[in-house]
């Protein structure tokens, strides 16, 4: 450690004419939790509770889920404190992301504020009852928020469909859609843009759809994403769909027992 630290001090003085340096903490299996927040021009701030975002490879998330299997009431209940504290302190307005990093001993440390909605919005939206993007043009508009927290209800999983091929390192998969068929069904939500014989170019992100379910609890809603994981069908591309698939069957996934190295640990990657 010392020898590093020489070493990377002396390379900083040497580009940077400063050889000062800092260390982050190092955190043990982490778990990556964020909370939605919505503030507006009236002084009010509200938090619709936390999402864990876990389930990623390369840094980017592939599943998200409300509320986090991991945390406890105490915990949920100091990381909303900690995110509306932040939220009010720069009188913000709008939807917004507080997100954080969550140690195996459950202490928890701020990453960053995404200042805008997110793709994983829905599962908020599901387990609270509530439309964000709406509140996010009422705010726009000067208008004070409408739909105010809930008690939360039930339990939501958001499943990134993406046009990648997980044995391969998730390797892009652009080309034509040649057969498309969403799920449906009580408690299945789609979002998406694409259809029948739409083309997946290589220049974008790989997200086409995001599939949301809602359950009474966690094992009803991981139950109802395995019989809409089987009806959706993609073909003509690859798709995360079987990589899905896997997590579900996957034990320490369906005991909530898993961190940002989950993908790593259970799934070889070529």
Known sequence: MEKAFQTASTEADAAFSNPELYLEKFIENPHHIEIQVMGDSHGNAYHYGERDCSIQRRHQKLIEESPSPFITDEVRQKMGEAALLGTRSVNYEGAGTIEFLVDKYMNFYFIEMNTRIQVEHPVTEMVNNLDLIKNQILVASGMPVEDVPKQPRGHAIEFRINAEDPSANFRPSPGRIEYLH???GFGVRIDSHVYNDYVIPPNYDSLIAKM???????????????RALEEFKVEGIKTTIPFHQKVLENEM??????????????????
């Open 182 to 184: 969403f799920p449906g």
């Open 212 to 226: 949301i379910v809602w359950g009474t609890d966690r094992p009803h809603a991981i139950n109802r994403a395995k």
């Open 253 to 270: 996934f369906v005991k909530g027992e898993f961190d940002t190295s989950f993908i790593d640990q259970y799934f070889k990657i070529n």
